[in-house]
């Protein structure tokens, strides 16, 4: 087990588990031993219900493996922590709704405009996730491989992220997942999650490990490595697993993947 960490923290999709997807009974089983000896924190750009149903559900939680358990869905613009036998807010930074219909209308020029509106979507292509609007090209219940299809180089995210950052500088925009683009109130991203449950749980960049698949400039989890946290590197919940189990193991035995060289902390 790595001793100096007291908190693991984890990106949801492509982390845990496939985009939207359930995470499977291994990864929950890896969870729930994790959750035996540490404070476990889930940061991702869906929303509470999404957590719900692709972890929550999956996991047998007791009320003290509750109490260890963190979430902060929205990139962590919203925090919620086990109290009194139910998950509540410990805070939530939602956008007013004179922003949101501003985001969206933003948004869908923006794709439209750039040719990236999709003809044939699954879902909701923007959904108002009440502290952060998300852009999905493909629709929020579009299949994994079609995602994966869409923008392999990321150049669409790209453009259509520096499209609506110019017509929204108050507010923050970034590139999400694979497909989509999350907006939130100016200075809240991953990071500024960070921070906060560091703030509540009174505790230093050194005390966290970070595991996520968007480490590298200009993906989602990035903003927490420039913070200084220590980070791994993944691509795929497969790979998750594998390292969890590695840190439980022995002290004879260490974790396959490397930390990721620190960046300055912003």
């Known amino acids: ?159 259509l992220r520096e499209y609506v950052a110019a017509r929204l500088p108050d507010l923050e925009v970034r590139s999400g997942g694979s497909t989509s683009i999350d907006v939130t109130k100016k200075g809240i991203d991953k990071a500024y999650g960070v921070q906060r449950l560091l703030e509540f749980l009174d505790l230093r960049v050194e005390d966290v490990l970070f595991i996520g698949d968007r480490l590298d400039e200009g993906g989602n989890d990035y903003p927490v490595r420039e913070l200084g946290v220590p980070c791994v590197a993944v691509t795929g919940w497969e790979q998750t697993a594998d390292y969890i189990e590695a840190m439980l193991a022995s002290d004879s035995e260490r974790p396959a993947l490397p930390l990721l060289a620190p960046l300055d902390p912003r």
């Open 1 to 159: 087990m790595v001793l100096s960490t007291r908190i693991v923290m984890f990106d949801l999709d492509d982390t845990l588990a496939l985009s939207k997807a359930k995470i499977t009974p291994r990864m929950a089983q890896c969870l729930t031993r994790l959750l035996n000896h540490k404070h476990v924190c889930i940061i991702s750009g869906g929303r509470y219900e999404q957590f719900q149903t692709q972890v929550l559900e999956e996991l047998p939680l007791t009320p003290e493996l509750a109490e260890r358990l963190h979430l902060m869905p929205t990139c962590g613009t919203r925090y919620l922590r086990w109290e009194s036998g139910g998950w509540q807010d410990v805070y939530c930074e939602n956008l007013t709704d004179e922003e949101k219909s501003l985001i969206v209308s933003v948004l869908t020029q923006g794709a439209q405009s750039l040719g990236l509106w999709a003809e044939k979507t699954w879902g909701e292509v923007i959904e108002d996730r009440g502290s952060q609007v998300t852009f999905s090209a493909l629709g929020q219940q579009a299949p994994h491989t079609a995602k994966a299809a869409w923008d392999p180089d990321g150049s669409r995210r790209r453009a």
